[in-house]
């Protein structure tokens, strides 16, 4: 079974659900046939920290909603065999969840679920830089939430 650690810092954990975003990790995992013996880690952090990791790892200035940062590998099933695959991070600004999921008009905790369906599908190597690997993602992605049943009214994802 894969392994995923949820982190949240204190100010967010009482906001949170460890045992959904666990759920859509794994559904997530499962839905894109990722071997069983992954890891993976979901942070929740706030905007300082996500504007920090943006601006140095991506050279954006500004808070965002998810970043993905995997640990070099695209696709798990290249481990060296016997050993489990960390496929990366998954980190999340709660106070960008919670505003988006306001401005939505849904709750913020079917928001983190799609941070972290769409974080973990980056992680498993979907992008959404094209118009067909960003209709490929958002399929997928859509697909993965409706199992999970959040309702979630999309915008730019």
């Known amino acids: ?4 650690t949820i982190r949240a810092e204190s100010a967010y954990r009482k906001h ?7 759920e859509a990790a794994l559904e997530t995992l499962s839905h894109e046939n990722a071997p069983d013996d992954v890891e993976l880690t ?3 952090t706030g ?4 504007r920090d990791l943006n601006r140095r790892y ?9 970043l993905a940062f995997g640990e070099g590998m695209t696709d798990a099933r290249f481990a060296a065999p016997g050993e489990p695959a960390y496929l ?31 974080g973990v599908l980056h992680l498993l190597g979907h992008d959404h830089a094209e118009p067909d690997e960003k209709h490929k993602m958002r399929r997928t992605q859509d697909k993965v939430l409706r199992d999970l049943g959040a309702h979630v009214k999309l915008g730019r994802r």
Do not use: N
């Open 42 to 44: 979901i942070a929740i």
């Open 88 to 118: 990366g991070d998954v980190i999340i600004s709660y106070p960008r969840a919670q505003a988006q999921a306001d401005s939505r008009g849904h709750p913020v905790s079917d928001e983190l679920l799609l941070l972290v369906v769409h």
């Open 47 to 50: 905007d300082d920290e996500i």
């Open 1 to 4: 079974m894969p392994k995923i």
């Open 58 to 66: 991506r050279g954006v200035d500004a808070p965002t909603d998810v």
């Open 16 to 22: 949170i659900a460890p045992r959904r975003l666990r």
